[in-house]
């Protein structure tokens, strides 16, 4: 897994971490939904934040004067408003690839901690299946332990039956 | 008539009751078994799917010791049941 990447000024941010190199495969889940909601959240606020920026900056005493109205200050006034202007937009790009790259950074790290927990699981059902087999193996020569005995067993009752067979076949002999 | 033999009568008994107790035990045994793999509840698919893992994954050679010995003993039964008929 890659450090996440700071905020860079590009006009275009990266919109899911396939696009970045070094990030995970792009995880289809219900975090990527959620992610995309609050990364439209936040360019609605960011938007809305300079749209007002922008509206304050037309009000104010250094918007140029309606139309018609001959002002020498006028065309320092527009040229304000376009710099003003060009300003946002830069602003409005840049808060933009840095909501972006934060939400990209996050959404690598949820799925770092996903991936993490996930193999522990994978380990655990291993270690599980490694003692289950285990005690299986235990289980089955315990038995067979005792299957073992019992024949023994058997078979010296059958010795003894035997043997009293034998005897008592030559006492009846005479 | 002829007096019984106490021996035999000691024999006769010991097998009936082992006999008797092997297939107790072992019907038991078997009842359990089926109670907890029946149904179809996704736990229970999920075992039963886990135990036949379980039995295909079986592997005979750490056991393998055992068995001989069980086999072994398996032929001296057979060897003096044979004895036993030829006298």
Redesign the interface.
């Known amino acids: 897994m890659s450090p996440p990447e700071p905020p860079s000024p590009a006009p275009t941010p990266p919109s899911s971490p396939a696009d970045t190199p070094g990030l995970p495969p792009p995880r289809v889940s219900r975090l990527s939904g959620m992610f995309d909601s609050v990364r439209h959240v936040g360019r609605d606020v960011v938007s809305v934040a300079l749209g007002r920026l922008f509206e304050s900056q037309e009000k104010s005493p250094l918007a140029p004067p309606e139309a018609g109205e001959a002002s020498p200050a006028a065309p320092d006034a527009a040229k304000r408003v376009g710099v003003l202007h060009a300003v946002a937009q830069q602003l409005r790009g840049a808060a933009d690839t840095y909501v972006a790259a934060k939400l990209d950074e996050i959404e690598a790290r949820v799925d770092e901690k996903l991936d993490t927990i996930e193999a522990r699981i994978d380990r655990k059902i291993v270690e599980l299946h490694e003692q ?2 285990e005690m ?2 235990r289980e ?2 315990h038995r ?2 005792l ?2 005995v019992t ?2 067993f ?2 010296l ?3 003894l ?2 043997v ?3 005897v ?2 030559f006492w009846q002999l005479p | 008539m002829s007096r019984p ?1 106490p ?1 035999l009568i000691y ?1 006769t008994s ?1 097998f009936i009751a082992l006999a008797a107790y092997y297939v107790v035990t072992t019907a038991g045994g078997v009842w359990r078994v089926v109670a907890l793999l029946r149904g179809s509840d996704p736990h229970r698919r999920l075992l039963r799917t886990y135990l036949s893992y ?1 039995l295909v ?2 592997r005979v050679r ?2 393998a010791g ?2 001989l ?2 086999a072994f ?2 032929t ?2 057979l060897v ?2 044979w ?2 008929g030829k ?1």
């Open positions: 289950l087999v299986r193996d089955l020569r067979l332990r299957l073992k024949l023994i058997t078979a009752v059958a010795v039956s035997l009293y067979k034998w008592s076949q | 033999d021996f024999r010991l379980q994954s079986f750490p056991l055992e068995l010995q069980i003993w398996c001296i039964l003096i049941y004895l036993h006298l």
